[in-house]
């Protein structure tokens, strides 16, 4: 199983402000939308409450909470739970937020980025890891936008 880390981050790491995005790109939305689809995703609980607890249509949603359950998602109590029922999948993609980017970094084995350009105010970051581009990832990939540039790196 491949697991794939997905975020959109501006210069400083900013990924979240207040429990939301600081910012709205569609063609983000879209960028995020086509990479995951078909593929489980996993969380942790304050992005789902961000998604209202409404699932996202055409891909297995799985919830990390220590503290709710619900009856329309899976959720489970640690990632190591969420990995091994996932075990058979092609691939996996780590959604977010800040807490479940923090713990799961070390075992992705992709990152895909968008690089916001802007600077944005925020609370939550994604995990440092540009000073390791070079050692341990390495970018493969590349699409540049105006206000934002889409990346894809991989563990060497
Ligand atoms: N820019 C992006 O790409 C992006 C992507 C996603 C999210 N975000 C932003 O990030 C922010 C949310 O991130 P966050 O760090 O506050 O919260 P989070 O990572 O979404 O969720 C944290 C919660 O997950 C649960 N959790 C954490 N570690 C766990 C573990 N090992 N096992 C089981 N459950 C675990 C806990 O839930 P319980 O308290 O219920 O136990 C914890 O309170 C928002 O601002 C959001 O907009 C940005």
Known sequence: M??????????????????????????????????TMGYPIVMGRVVFEELNEKPLPGRENIVLTRSKSYDHVKSFKSIDEALVYLKDSEKVFIIGGGE????????????????????????????????KIGSIWEEYWREEHKEFDFVKLRKV
């Open 2 to 35: 491949k697991l794939v880390l997905i975020a959109a981050h501006d210069p400083n790491l900013v990924i979240g402000n207040n429990g939301e995005l600081p910012w709205h790109y569609s063609e983000d939305l879209k960028f995020f939308k086509k990479q």
């Open 100 to 131: 479940i980017y923090k713990q799961t970094i070390d075992r992705a084995d992709e990152l895909i980025i968008t690089e916001i350009k802007k600077k944005f105010e925020g609370d939550t970051f994604f995990p440092e890891y540009r000073d």
